[in-house]
Structure formats: C-alpha cells, structure tokens
C-alpha cells in the first residue's frame, strides 16, 4: 500500500535546517534502503513544505519515519499528515500489488 507524507515546514527552512540536514538524509537512506521510501523531496517556490510518498504495509511504518525525523524533532516541521495513497498508474507499480 501506498502512502503519502505531507510536511508543513518553518520560515527560512533552507538556513534552519543545515545542523539537522545530515540526520534526516540518513534516516531517509534508511528507509529507502528497505524499500519503504520510494520518492520524497520538498516543495519549490516556496519551499514550504515536503512530500514522500511510502509504499509500506501500513501507515505505523510512516508514523514511525515522522517520529524519528530530526526535522519533526527539531521543530522544523511545524504540521504533518498522512494520507493512504491509491495509485493506478507509474514504473514504481510492481505487478503483485494488483493494480
């Protein structure tokens, strides 16, 4: 199953994440390295925000990155959300998941 993280982030986000940067790459490289994490990168113009798309058995593995994610910790990520995910088309469908 698919989820999708949305993160809602401080003013001037680009200097006040620099001590913390590092940290939430790592946890990051984490989750895609056990194939949880398949997508993630923040908003542009303005950058006010993120989203990572998950495909994992359910949401508690999304709760469990959210929980551990130096930005949320650190005050960084002011609102989060998560929302199932039903994707119908794209490359990372794999054919077991039946859609």
């Known amino acids: 199953m698919y989820f999708l993280l949305f993160y809602d ?6 200097e006040r994440r620099a ?3 590092e940290a939430h790459l ?3 490289r984490d989750f895609v390295d ?12 303005p950058v006010d925000g993120a989203a990572l798309a998950f495909r994992v058995e359910d949401r508690s593995t999304v709760e469990a990155f959210v929980a551990s ?22 490359s990372a469908l794999q054919p077991e998941s039946g859609n």
């Open 19 to 21: 001590p913390f940067r």
């Open 34 to 45: 056990r194939g949880e994490l398949v997508l993630a990168g923040a908003f542009a113009d």
């Open 69 to 90: 994610d130096p930005y949320v910790v650190q005050g960084l990520v002011t609102g989060w959300r998560i929302r199932p995910w039903t994707v119908v088309v794209g």
């Open 26 to 28: 790592g946890l990051v």
């Open 9 to 14: 982030y401080v003013d001037n986000i680009i």
